[in-house]
């Protein structure tokens, strides 16, 4: 299964996303489709060929074009943004240019009826140049209206069209038969025009905002570099990134972007990861360290193997996390969505009503009145707004969020952690710093330090876990050998076992050693008293016999207890699970402020608790870093994984955080809570400009003003509610933690 993004220049407003969506999703082999109305884009998951698919567009009404890299999307999108821009700029002018002279003319001279032959072949000539403004400068929204109707389906193009359409129509039925409307002699080809232009205007001014708020995907993609410097046959060659393989030896200079993914294997540097980390300093990188591509390096020089390139990269996997986020919808949004598919034909019916209300009791002259309301009806209600309101906010919001080091999978999870309740967090790598090391050693009779070490180590070299590296890295500084281990089993949430020279070594909980029915007796009063210091002591058995203890600590992370307090202060409830022991897991809470701890858990105990959390009620999100996190992090509302974790936690959670920062949590929810208000606001205001603009337009004020909505007004509106919203999104850019 593949997915492929296309551009869509002609998906305009809501209902065209539905019809798309309903037009791909049909092809045999889709999985699944997603638009993104602020950049104009589909993403198409499934097996389907390209050519089928754009295929299926064109039978829908719409023009397509495949998206071959992001690089190659983030330059078409430019370049096709850029024309768009210019293109509507250009008609803006040209149909205001004659509105507005038209306007001046009627507010100087007041002759804007035809009452005699040469006011006839005057506003002839006139209807003629609105005619070719309405071609030239509004073909577009006739050409997209006529394709809805040819496809049996009305959108905002449609309600443009009919409202500018019906008042040239009028106009020149006055102008070429007058004497058919002897009560009402008016025109209104300056209506029509401006209409156009004042249209064309506002989505000249959403597209310069769309473009702020793609920003920060911009900025991911402009951190791809073009070449990069391979070592080979030990001559540097300066090679296009697409030629990089893994396994290459890339040099890196002072003051370059890193290429791709890779291990130092020579020299040393700091280098700047903020722009993926959102981590403000310099991280120095010297031998064994990895390297991600995007990230800039210091003043020193560095030699690297190349691990991983292409889409594989960290960077690239970002891109592709945030494209997908800003592609796919928020539960909130399919309010919206419901209500665009029957927007647009009940704004029809309703300025259908309407003219038919005043054209039989309302003042003469009745049809132009009845002619005036139906069109400001229409132009007023179109829904782009509507359309814009969620995926403009959530395009921002993602955006903004990966800046922060928060990568968001999908726009469901950014709307569920603004309604989190309880967050519940993992001890090691999570609160703590996930680099224990080894703190005390505790052998029985006839056993020494270096013995208990020597065996502890030589199981745990199999291990991948933290605990277990520590113990090595303690091992190997001593300048101890490591036996080899046989059939070695790791028993999680417990410990390990393996046999070192055919002697079964058990190494783990007290948990673990009732299991093997092994006596901890001798040492749980020690174990204790080292659990008390927030330390975790491993028992060390061989044999089934006890032999000794060995004790790691995690520190905990400067800024735990700070973060953890800034949740509460967002009246969200946490809570610990870890596979560690009681007084060691309890010691750690009491240390970052967290009041409910449950020790002890194995990665089902951990999913189990997150079910009955939700089961009472509570939202909950699920904070861990390990592949015993993976089940509880999947089963949570919630799952965020810390990213320098590993790629199982990742891909089993619906936000990754870079930075090894509990901070990072609480500014997924800040955010969260901002864009949600964001989109609150923006349907808000969409809705009621349509629940006050449409009965406005009706002419409900008339018999209280006298006054009826100038269609040009009405135009100017719609316009402007299009730009607010999208600017109201805009305001996310400005967003910063409370912290």
Not at 132 to 140: A, D, E, I, P, Q
Not at 351 to 371: D, K, N, Q, S, T
Not at 380 to 386: D, G, Q, T, V
Not at 649 to 654: H, K, L, S
Request: hydrophobic residues 50%; aromatic residues 4%.
């Amino acid at each position: 299964m593949t997915a492929v993004r296309i551009a869509i220049p002609g998906m305009t407003c809501a209902g065209c996303v539905s019809r798309i969506e309903k037009a791909l999703a049909g092809v045999p082999g889709i999985h699944s489709v997603a638009a993104n109305l602020a950049e104009r884009q589909m993403t198409v998951v499934g097996h389907a060929s390209i050519d089928l698919l754009l295929a299926s567009l064109v039978k829908a009404g719409y023009q397509g074009e495949l998206v071959d890299s992001e690089q190659e999307g983030r330059l078409h999108r430019a370049a096709e943004e850029q024309r768009q821009y210019r293109y509507l700029l250009k008609h803006m002018v040209i149909a205001l240019g004659l509105g507005v002279s038209l306007m001046i003319w009627g507010v100087v001279t007041g002759e804007m009826e035809v009452n005699n032959s040469a006011q006839q072949w005057g506003w002839g000539f006139i209807g003629v140049l609105t005619f070719l403004v309405l071609r030239f400068s509004g073909g577009h929204f006739f050409q997209r209206a006529w394709q809805a109707l040819k496809h049996r389906t009305v959108t905002m193009d449609s309600l443009v069209a009919l409202g500018t359409g019906t008042a040239w129509f009028y106009s020149m039925q006055v102008v070429l038969f007058p004497e058919w409307l002897p009560a009402a002699h008016h025109v209104y080809f300056e209506a029509s025009a401006m209409i156009i232009g004042m249209i064309n205007l506002g989505q000249a001014l959403e597209i310069r905002a769309r473009g702020r708020a793609s920003a920060a995907i911009q900025r991911l993609l402009g951190l791809q570099i073009k070449t990069a410097r391979v070592v080979r046959d030990g001559e540097a060659l300066d090679i296009p990134i697409e030629q990089v393989r893994v396994g290459d030896m890339v040099r890196v200079r002072p003051g370059e972007a890193i290429a791709v993914d890779g291990v130092v294997i020579d020299g040393s540097s700091r280098v700047n990861e903020s722009m993926l980390t959102g981590e403000p300093l310099p991280t120095v990188k010297t031998l064994g360290d990895t390297v991600s591509a995007g990230t800039m390096n210091g003043n020193g020089s560095i030699l690297f193997r190349a691990k991983r390139v292409g889409r594989d990269t960290a960077l690239a996997r970002i891109i592709a996390m945030v494209r997908h986020a800003q592609s796919t919808k928020m539960p909130i949004a399919r309010l919206a969505d419901r209500i665009s598919l029957i927007f647009v034909p009940v704004v029809m019916l309703i300025a259908l009503m309407a003219a038919m209300v005043w054209y039989f009791v309302g003042p003469a002259p009745a049809i132009a009145h009845a002619l005036m309301v139906a069109v400001t009806v229409l132009i007023i209600s179109c829904p782009c707004a509507l359309g814009l309101a969620t995926p403009m906010s959530v395009m921002v919001a993602v955006g903004k969020a990966a800046e922060y080091g928060i990568l968001v999978r999908n726009g469901e999870a950014l709307q569920t952690a603004s309604h989190l309740t309880t967050v519940v967090l993992d001890k090691t790598g999570t609160i703590t710093e996930g680099r224990p090391t080894v703190t005390a050693i505790v052998p029985l009779a006839g056993f020494t330090d270096m013995q208990v070490l020597s065996m502890a180590a030589g199981l745990e070299q199999a291990s991948e876990h933290p605990l277990a590296e520590a113990i090595v890295t303690a091992a190997k500084e001593k300048g101890l050998r490591l036996l080899p281990c046989e059939q070695f089993e790791s028993i999680t949430g417990l410990g390990v076992k393996g046999i070192l020279e055919n002697r079964l070594i058990v190494l783990g909980n007290a948990r673990l050693m009732y299991e093997y029915g092994i006596d901890v007796t001798a040492l749980a009063a020690t174990a204790t008293c080292l659990a008390k210091r927030a330390q975790t002591p491993m028992y060390l058995s061989v044999d089934n016999q006890m032999v000794g203890l060995i004790s790691v600590a995690d520190p905990i992370r400067e800024d735990s207890a700070a973060a953890i307090e800034r949740l509460h202060a967002l009246g969200v409830k946490v809570m610990m699970l870890t596979g560690d022991n009681a007084v060691t897991a309890e010691a750690v809470a009491y240390q970052v402020g967290i009041n409910v701890v449950h020790a002890g858990m194995r990665p089902e105990d951990k999913e189990a608790t997150i079910r009955r959390l939700q089961a009472q009620g509570e939202v909950t999100a699920m904070i861990g870093d390990g592949i015993n996190d993976a089940p509880a992090l999947a089963r949570a509302d919630v799952g965020l994984a810390i990213g320098t974790g590993t790629d199982v936690a990742i891909d089993a959670a619906d936000i990754t955080l870079m930075r090894s920062s509990l901070h990072s949590v609480v500014d997924a929810v800040e955010l969260s809570r901002a864009t949600l208000r964001n989109i609150k606001q923006n349907l808000f205001g969409a809705f009621v400009y349509n629940a006050l603009g449409i009965p406005i337009a009706a002419g409900v004020l008339y018999p209280l003003t006298g006054l009826l909505l100038n269609p040009v007004v009405a135009g100017a509106a719609m316009a402007l509610s299009s730009v607010t919203v999208v600017s109201n999104a805009n305001r996310l850019r400005l967003f910063r933690p409370k912290s």
